[in-house]
């Protein structure tokens, strides 16, 4: 147990729609990386968050967006919802203020885009 | 930018058996080396982890992995399985200039036969 959670654990929604998935950061982290994994494939970074504010992002398309809140959950929204976007959505929280960053990961909300 | 490639996409190995999952990654700056385990419908767990000093570094349930810089690999060996250890694995990279996203690989598929 990492203290990471996520939810909803399973959605499924239709093509044009918009999602909202949540996040609570383990104990003590500020920093918040949402991570999209594929069927079959390893996780792609999506962005991240430090200290509420967007600290990186990766290869994503701008509606692909994200929220940190004071007490450091976050969430991650998806606008316009594409049939490519169905995967496991996985946040991890660490706390790189006093050096190595370890991140430790949620269980992933599975998403289905029908 | 890092790459990580993981030679391997699948590994059949028998109960009691040794095992190496294979793990080699591409950069152009110093990095920090994880493996993180993937269960069936679950998020990933840190296994474990090459930050600084020792180069062999241990899990608590018998993994063990060996950083080389010279051949820019971080390979993943146990010497006996079990079937619990049935699963998916995944090596990461990330930079040590702060705090970096982490880059995967596709992953490997262990599969403990009994």
């Known amino acids: 147990e990492t203290g990471v959670t996520q939810s909803p654990t399973h959605l499924i929604k239709t093509r044009g729609q918009q999602v909202t998935l949540r996040c609570s950061s383990q104990?003590?982290?500020?920093?918040v990386s949402w991570y999209q994994q594929a069927l079959g494939q390893g996780p792609q970074f999506i962005f991240q968050?430090?200290?509420?504010?967007?600290?990186g992002r990766g290869n994503f398309p701008p509606r692909f967006s994200g929220l940190q809140f004071p007490n450091y959950s976050s969430e991650l929204n998806v606008n316009a919802l594409e049939l490519d976007d169905s995967a496991l959505y996985l946040c991890?929280?660490?706390?790189?203020?006093?050096?190595?960053?370890?991140?430790?990961f949620g269980p992933g909300t599975r998403l289905t885009v029908l | 930018a890092q790459s990580v490639t993981q030679l391997d996409s699948q590994v059949p190995v028998f109960e009691e058996a040794p095992v190496e999952l294979r793990c080699n990654y591409s950069?152009?700056?110093?990095?920090?080396l994880f493996w993180y385990v993937q269960y069936p419908n679950q998020g990933l767990q840190l296994l474990l982890k090459?930050?600084?000093?020792?180069?062999l570094v241990e899990s608590i349930n018998g993994f063990e992995a060996e950083f080389n810089k010279s051949q820019t690999s971080f390979h993943l060996r146990k010497p006996s399985v079990h079937i619990s250890d049935t699963a998916e694995y995944f090596c990461?990279?990330?930079?040590?200039?702060?705090?970096?996203?982490?880059?995967f690989g596709k992953g490997t598929r262990l599969s403990v036969i009994a």
């Open positions: 991890a929280s660490s706390f790189p203020d006093r050096g190595p960053a370890t991140q430790y």
């Open positions: 104990s003590g982290h500020n920093t």
């Open positions: 968050y430090y200290r509420e504010e967007e600290n």
């Open positions: 950069s152009s700056v110093s990095v920090y």
């Open positions: 090459y930050l600084s000093g020792s180069t």
């Open positions: 990461a990279v990330t930079t040590n200039s702060g705090n970096t996203p982490l880059v």
